[in-house]
């Protein structure tokens, strides 16, 4: 659970983090003038793309509650991570890392969605099988064996009829 718990903190702080190593990254092991030109683009979008995905999966209420990831978002975003620390090296694999990395992201983007979506269709389910057992047992609006019962009536069988009667007088002539 220290693990799992760290890693939930870890992912807000990586949105800012990993963007900043691929900066430092380069002063230090870059070497080309055209790859300035390429973090120019690629720091923002890995700073929004990696917010958005630990957004996505800060949003599902069991990691809300617990304040910690699954095992599986440890593996799918720790590996994520992993490959954009090695992107940051620039060495002869650079570009490789890179490619696998932009490839890392569409995969944990896509694996966020799919666990908020999937968490959030068990929840509907549990919910509606607790509607659907309260009903079953017989709920306050309901009577022995489901059937409706009706509220008591307030007047004990009494009619009252009000009946208005007007009187047509002929005019005189």
């Known amino acids: 659970m220290l693990i799992r718990r760290g890693f939930y903190r870890w992912q807000f702080a990586a949105a800012i983090v990993l963007p900043v190593w691929l900066l430092i990254g380069y002063a230090i092991f870059g070497s080309s003038g055209w790859g300035v030109v390429g973090l120019m683009f690629v720091t923002p979008i890995a700073f929004v793309t990696l917010g958005v995905v630990?957004?996505?999966?800060?949003?599902?209420?069991?990691v809300r509650?617990?304040?910690?990831?699954?095992?599986?978002?440890?593996?799918?975003?720790?590996?994520w991570h992993l490959l954009i620390v090695a992107a940051?090296?620039?060495?002869?694999?650079?570009?490789?890392?890179?490619?696998?990395?932009?490839?890392?992201?569409?995969?944990?983007?896509?694996?966020?969605?799919?666990?908020?979506?999937?968490?959030?269709a068990r929840r509907v389910r549990a919910t509606m099988d607790e509607y659907e057992r309260l009903v079953a047992e017989g709920s306050p609006a309901q009577g022995v064996g489901g059937e409706a019962r009706r509220a008591p009536s307030d007047d004990a069988?009494?009619?009252?009829?009000?009946?208005?009667?007007?009187?047509?007088?002929?005019?005189?002539?």
């Open 65 to 79: 509650r617990d304040t910690a990831v699954a095992w599986s978002d440890v593996a799918v975003l720790g590996a």
């Open 54 to 62: 630990a957004l996505l999966v800060a949003a599902r209420p069991d």
């Open 88 to 120: 940051g090296f620039y060495g002869p694999t650079g570009i490789t890392f890179a490619v696998l990395a932009m490839v890392g992201a569409i995969a944990a983007f896509w694996y966020a969605i799919w666990r908020l979506l999937r968490d959030g």
């Open 157 to 173: 069988g009494e009619v009252i009829v009000i009946r208005e009667e007007r009187r047509w007088e002929e005019p005189r002539s």
